[in-house]
């Protein structure tokens, strides 16, 4: 049994008018207990620990939704391209040569830069998921992992099956930290028969699809040329949605595509920074809001972004809107409800998102008393137009500390640097010479 109580600067993020400038969280075990001004812990609360941050604003964890963790390997080596070719010239052969341990460590080296940017919970899309789930219990994060489906490939059945095999082997382990969906990659690389069969398996087993959706106007000429449809309406019309499905950019969307994202309860996994850097677009972020779509912020991948930070992430996307719509769009507050609760609606975790009582103790701390942070008239615009990676002090998850005054506490991060370069460096010398 432990029982932690904070003293902070408190955003709850339970409405846009809920900050405590002196406030207090008690925490039992996992989860949270009371959140409130100075006094409002009950009586009989007594703490093993109190943790002193009255400097620092006190809010939920990050959430990315839609992430490549292993392929932090892949950061700098494939830059300045388009979404195909960056794949089919570059990162899928470098990913052909890449072994069970260089995910492991590339999914180490990623958890190191999550824990330190704010991210305590990651949807993850990728191979050798059993690598990944390890790396995860190890840092002691929360996450949704997908096996990634290319069902078009030679190993798109294996691949199911080790999805199947991921679902029974990790749905709830760590103590519920970790749960599962499936991880068809996208319409242009699965065929009909393939993705109504990962359907079918998906509500055998009660979990959600994680895919790509509608990223580039290739995709949208691809589709249209084999379909006759848009990406959207080709899923759709498939049955694949309906249950929990979290679709990633939905950039290239018509009015009828967000109705049906909209209608049938389709989760959007917004990706700012990757879509620029790819060069496929602006999503339309302001309009899918306007429908109540609901949607989560993702870093897509290190080599698409080319960093894991959804501090940069937040700001990029306000400023990529505002510019895309006027400057009213997407202002502070609701970028970091995209951030955090709607990052937990978006993965079906129905206890994170949010501080309050009976939620699960995935906290953060930003450290306000630095130059940049003063004056402090809106806590909301300094955490999205100003804060970085680098201001985030402190790391709790399920009640239990991963970082204390930037380090951290589950990783030996010399160790995960130095795997990392290695390995990535063997791949690039076996391709490159
Ligand atoms: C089969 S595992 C997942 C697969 O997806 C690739 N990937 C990474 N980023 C993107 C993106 O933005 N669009 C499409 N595919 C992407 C990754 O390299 C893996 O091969
Ligand atoms: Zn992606």
Known sequence: MSKVLIRAMVLPMTGPDSFYPQGEIAIENDRIVSVGAYGSVPTGFIPDRILELPNDVVMPGLINTHTHAAMTLLRSYADDLPLMPWLKEKVWPFEEK???EDIYWGTALALCEMIRSGTTTMLDMYASMDQVAEAVLMAGTRAVLSRGLIGNGPNGKRALEENIELVQRYHGAGAGRISIMFGPHAPYTCSAEYLRSVKVEA?????GIHIHVAETEDEIKIIQEQYGKTPVQWLDELGLFGGHVVAAHCVHLTPEDMDILASKRVCVAHNAESNMKLSSGTAPITELRAKGVILGLGTDSASSNNNLDLFGEMRSAALQQKLKVNSTALPAYEVLEM???GG?????LEDVGMLAPGFKADII???MDQPHFYPRFSIPAHLVYVAHAGDVRTVMVDGKLLMEERKLLTMDVGKVCQEAETRAKRINGELNG
């Open 365 to 367: 701390s930003i450290d």
């Open 339 to 341: 951030a955090t609760l």
């Open 98 to 100: 890449l072994t069970e």
């Open 203 to 207: 509500d055998r087993l009660g979990v």
């Open 344 to 348: 937990a609606q978006t993965l079906g």
